[in-house]
């Protein structure tokens, strides 16, 4: 039979139970971005944090825990189920069924960290050489995507307002391995040779 934990104050007393059966340098701290429910962070001294809540207000005895990862966007947080029996109860289950895969997931998302840091790095240095390329270019941060905007005014011989201005638009790959250009306004003399040289470079 669980305990039911109907209010806030019994819910952040079970959790700081549960926070001391796990280890002395544990500690727990309030989650109010959870919204409508009981909830409470279990941190410990290796700065992994739990993120205990209760799904359903009906079932007051049945927790939900999760791990909370340095980077969700990417990584799943692995979670289970278990029943507020007791804080040595919850503890054990924390301890043999969430702490193992909290690691695999930990693992996973420095992996994948470290993985967009070297793209971003990649992408950063091309978008760089490009803009250095074009002066007065402007360089635009996306998801995965760097685009780089250039425009230069033209002026046609013999008047004195500007005409079309020449542009230009360069988008990055995730990694820095291939780029795309759109030119506009720019005249045949210009464009010809430039896809020329292109078709003599090939790819790579």
């Known amino acids: ?19 001391q059966k796990l280890g002395t340098h544990c500690r727990t701290a309030p989650l109010p971005q959870y919204g ?25 005895s049945k927790l939900r825990i999760k791990a909370v990862l340095s980077d969700e966007s990417q990584t799943e947080r692995p979670s289970i189920g278990v ?35 070297v793209e971003a790095d990649s992408r950063r240095a091309v978008a760089e050489a490009v803009a250095g390329a074009l002066p007065g270019a402007v360089i635009h941060e996306g ?25 230009a638009c360069v988008e990055v790959g995730p990694s820095g391995e291939w780029v795309t250009v759109d030119v506009k306004a720019f005249h045949p003399d210009t464009v010809i040779p430039m896809l ?6 090939g790819p790579r």
């Open 36 to 60: 409508a429910g009981l909830s409470r962070l279990i941190i410990d001294g290796e700065g992994r944090a739990l993120w205990v809540c209760q799904p359903d207000g009906r079932q007051p």
């Open 196 to 201: 020329a040289a292109f078709a003599q470079t």
């Open 83 to 117: 029943t507020a029996i007791s804080a040595d109860h919850v503890a054990r289950a924390i301890t043999r069924r969430l702490y193992p895969l909290h690691a695999e997931a930990s693992d996973v998302a420095a992996q994948l960290a470290a993985q967009a840091k």
């Open 143 to 167: 998801d995965r995507r760097t685009r780089i905007l250039w425009e230069h005014p033209v002026r046609p011989p013999g008047q004195r307002a500007l005409g079309a201005a020449h542009r």
């Open 1 to 19: 039979m669980g305990q039911e934990l109907t209010t806030q104050d019994e819910f952040d007393a079970f959790a700081e139970a549960v926070a």
